[in-house]
């Protein structure tokens, strides 16, 4: 199993930044492949924001590039999501999310509890 928690949302005017943090634990029978963040805005769908792989190798969705940097440090297990020049429409529900395998098999996906980000004009 694999667990995520996160942290950093908050209320923050348009202009300003929040960082946002993913804590993974696992059992020794799982291994996280990429790590990313999503989001859902209320009667929307949940989007791709960021996503980073083992490797390192970074995908932005493409409302966010340029302005969001997600990071991870594999020795803390955890992923980061820098949010600079925030925009009334970055409002949502951001989640966590981890792609694990199982004895090194399959993909499987992970969610965490989401947090919410709100940005006043």
């Known amino acids: 199993q694999v667990q995520l928690v996160e942290s950093g949302g908050g209320l923050v005017q348009a202009g300003g930044s929040l960082r946002l943090s993913c804590a993974a634990s696992r059992s020794t029978s799982h291994s996280i492949n990429a790590m990313g963040w999503y989001r859902q805005a209320p009667g929307s769908q949940r989007d791709l924001v960021a996503a980073i792989s083992s490797g390192g190798r970074t995908n932005y969705g493409d409302i966010v590039k340029g302005r969001f940097t997600i990071s991870r440090d594999d020795a803390k297990n955890t992923v980061y999501l820098q949010m600079n020049s925030l925009k009334p429409e970055d409002t949502a529900v951001y989640y966590c999310?981890?792609?694990?395998?199982?004895w090194g098999l399959g993909h499987y996906q992970y969610w965490g509890q989401g947090t919410q980000v709100t940005v006043s004009s």
């Open positions: 999310n981890a792609d694990a395998s199982r």
